[in-house]
Each structure stands twice: as structure tokens, then as C-alpha cells.
């Protein structure tokens, strides 16, 4: 299996643009996690999906951020406006079942640069 | 309100010799917690994980111990090597119903000198 596709894998764009991000997970997972990993607080869990549900988008930080899961292998982020301070790494990733976090497996994720 | 805490950024250790990753936590209702390895342009990958029945768990060069009084678990490599080198995260989630939500800290970079 190809693993976790994220895409782009790097993202430059000015400040107020649009940005959407692209993930397809591992066949058959039918778990999917959107992270952002920034220096001061490290991964944090934006959304995940079970079975292309959105179940606890509690992380999402603002109304700017948005995520879909439109079938069972893609799925999107999507910031807009952008802004500075969303300049991070952001990670999908994909699991089987319930009850085992240690399944989890991630894309190499996508590098954000807001100017 | 950070609930997984890793308060060292860096860490560096000689080659052959024992290194020693710290993580906090604040919430006593984590009973599962994992330890992730990132290296640069990849995503995290699992190395190792503790239930919290437990307080020590073994794989290969890999321990991980669990102290539930202190709520602090620790990642031991010996002995450390090169290729040892990343970032790890410490992580937790709650067990008994668990959805698969691991709560993330912020990364202790380590590098393993030759």
C-alpha cells in the first residue's frame, strides 16, 4: 500500500488567499485525522471522521478552517482567509478500528507558509 | 491547556549511551499512552505504547515507563544510535470507549552524536 497521500506536500501563499489541503488514506481505514504540528504546542488533533462523518471538530481552531470527507479515500482542509499564524506542518492520518490509537498512521504532511 | 507536556525541546546524547525522553500529563483519566517518532519531511510513525495497568513496557532497545503518581512517563533508548536521531512524541487517549483522539506533546528533538 502507497500509505497516507497528503497533498501539496508545500504550500506557500500570501495572507487572505484561499488554501485547501489534500489527504487520501490507507484503503480500507475508515478513520481520518487532520493534525497541525507547530513548535509551541506540538500536534494537535484539528477533526477526524469515521466513515467520512465528521465526529469531533472540536480543535478546528477558527470558523476560517473547514474540513470535508466527501468519500471514503479523500478528503480536505481548508483555511480561508489564511493568515500568518496558520503557518504550520499539517498531517492526515488514517486508521482501521476504534479502541487502537496505536494504528494511527500518518502522511508526510504538508507544509504551510502564510506571508 | 496543554495536557501532555514534553519540557525538554533537545535533548543530545553520545552514541552508546542511554537517552532519556520525559512527558507530563495532567489529565488522570488517560489510561493509554503511546510514544511517536518523527523524522524530517515524514510523518510520525508508532514506536512503542503502555497501558496504564502497567508501569513498564519493553521492546527491543525501547522501554517505556509509567509512573500514575507522578503522571510522568519516560522513553528510554539503550544504548542510543545515529539513526536515532528525530523528533518523539509522547501521546495519550483515553481507553475504554476510545475513539482513537490522542493527545499530542510538543516534541523533544534528539540527537544521537557518533
Known amino acids: 500500500d502507497a500509505g497516507v497521500i497528503q497533498s501539496p506536500r508545500h504550500e506557500v501563499t500570501e495572507m487572505g488567499q484561499e488554501v485547501t489541503l489534500r489527504c487520501k488514506p490507507i484503503?480500507?481505514?475508515?478513520?481520518l485525522f487532520w493534525y497541525r504540528q507547530t513548535m509551541m504546542r506540538g500536534l494537535e488533533l484539528l477533526i477526524y471522521?469515521?466513515?467520512?462523518?465528521?465526529?469531533?471538530d472540536s480543535g478546528m481552531p477558527e470558523d476560517r478552517f473547514s474540513a470535508k470527507m466527501p468519500n471514503a479515500s479523500f478528503s480536505t482542509l481548508k483555511i480561508q482567509p489564511s493568515e500568518p499564524r496558520d503557518s504550520a506542518v499539517y498531517f492526515c492520518?488514517?486508521?482501521?478500528?476504534?479502541?487502537?490509537?496505536?494504528?494511527?498512521?500518518f502522511g508526510p504532511g504538508t507544509r504551510l507558509t502564510v506571508l | 491547556d496543554q495536557q501532555v507536556k514534553q519540557n525538554s525541546p533537545s535533548l543530545s546524547v553520545q552514541e552508546g549511551r542511554i537517552s532519556i525522553l520525559n512527558c507530563d500529563y495532567t489529565?488522570?483519566?488517560?489510561?493509554?499512552f503511546l510514544w511517536y517518532k518523527k523524522y524530517p519531511a515524514e510523518g510520525p510513525t508508532f514506536l512503542i505504547s503502555?497501558?496504564?495497568?502497567?508501569d513498564k513496557n519493553e521492546d527491543g532497545r525501547f522501554t517505556v515507563f509509567l509512573n500514575k503518581s507522578a503522571k510522568h512517563l519516560s522513553l528510554h533508548i539503550v544504548p542510543s544510535q545515529p539513526g536515532d536521531s528525530a523528533v518523539y512524541f509522547c501521546?495519550?487517549?483515553?481507553?475504554?470507549?476510545?475513539?482513537?483522539?490522542?493527545?499530542f506533546g510538543q516534541g523533544t528533538t534528539l540527537q544521537v552524536k557518533p
Open positions: 489529565n488522570s483519566m488517560f489510561d493509554y
Open positions: 503502555i497501558s496504564s495497568i502497567k
Open positions: 471522521f469515521n466513515n467520512n462523518v465528521p465526529i469531533d
Open positions: 501521546a495519550a487517549t483515553l481507553g475504554s470507549g476510545n475513539t482513537g483522539k490522542l493527545i
Open positions: 484503503s480500507g481505514h475508515d478513520y
Open positions: 492520518a488514517s486508521s482501521l478500528r476504534e479502541g487502537a490509537p496505536d494504528t494511527q498512521y
